[in-house]
């Protein structure tokens, strides 16, 4: 590594530095990280293997916490408010909430899912972004696997307190709708929210792909096809996934000047991320 990349990778997190907001103190833990990889470990490939250990051994605290929630929901602790919860949504049904509710479920489908994160994915690519690709892919289809290796795994059956207005035949916990939604749009919004430099809009993202995320959650419990738990259980795992993937992209970036042809593909990302950073300033 030659003096010009210890630079870079120096100055790069003072740079990043701008903008973090309400996850600072994420991102300071992320970055310590990565500078004292950078200090100990040569190479590209070498120190992001260093990293993803780290984001591994992280994701199995985060797989704890959430086993110890499924120990819970299927130990029936949550299982008198999951019952009262779906009696609510089943009195408060009619025709045309029936219809909407169906409208707003297929948005997590997986086909419609798969969609977005494809025309996404070929945006990014055509414009250079081609790790923001990873992101995408590695997130989606890792998410995806996860939710039916998770469902195989609590084998817990869909609800029967209530009839369902919709009919499915796989498993419950966690929702795979839930899960994958929180991943799909959450990853979207991640990286479109990083690129635009205008704060409400920003916050529009986000907003509006946590509003998405909710109505699908919501639809399915209206529907009667999951407990409360199952929603609550799937944005969980989603959202670790979610961040163990971003976290994997923002250290590839972080030791791209190791790696010329890295620096090359996400110099486009750079120029806007920093006419971005000077409009926020």
Do not use: C
Not at 21 to 34: A, E, K, M, P, Q
Not at 45 to 59: D, E, I, K, Y
Not at 86 to 91: A, Y
Not at 122 to 129: G, K, N, P
């Amino acid at each position: 590594m030659d003096d010009r990349t210890e630079v870079t990778e120096q100055t790069a997190p003072e740079r990043r530095r701008a903008g973090r907001g309400r996850l600072g103190v994420f991102t300071d833990l992320l970055y310590s990280i990565l500078r004292l990889i950078a200090r100990h470990i040569r190479g590209f490939w070498g120190a992001l293997a260093a990293f993803l250990t780290v984001g591994f051994l992280v994701g199995l605290a985060a797989l704890l916490v959430f086993a110890g929630f499924a120990y819970i929901v299927l130990g029936g602790v949550t299982q008198t408010f999951d019952e009262r919860a779906l009696r609510w949504f089943e009195l408060h049904r009619s025709p045309l909430l029936d219809l909407v509710m169906l409208e707003i479920t297929v948005l997590g489908d997986g086909i419609v899912l798969f969609m977005i994160v494809a025309v996404a994915s070929a945006f990014l690519w055509l414009t250079r972004h081609r790790w923001s690709v990873s992101l995408l892919a590695v997130g989606y289809v890792g998410g995806w696997i996860l939710n039916k290796v998770l469902k195989d795994w609590f084998d817990r059956p869909r609800p029967s307190v209530v009839e369902g207005v919709d009919i499915v035949h796989s498993l419950s916990f966690p929702s795979g709708h839930a899960m994958t939604s929180m991943i799909a749009y959450g990853a979207v919004a991640y990286l479109v929210a990083r690129l635009e430099p205008r704060p409400a809009m920003r916050r529009f993202t986000w907003g509006l792909a946590a509003l998405m995320i909710l109505a699908i959650g919501t639809s399915r419990m209206y529907l009667g096809v999951h407990y409360p738990s199952d929603v609550v259980g799937g944005y969980l795992a989603g959202l670790a996934w979610l961040i163990f993937v971003a976290s994997g992209v923002t250290a590839v970036r972080f030791f791209e000047p190791r790696r010329p042809e890295v620096a090359i593909e996400e110099k486009d990302l750079h120029a806007e991320e920093e006419r971005a950073v000077g409009v926020r300033e």
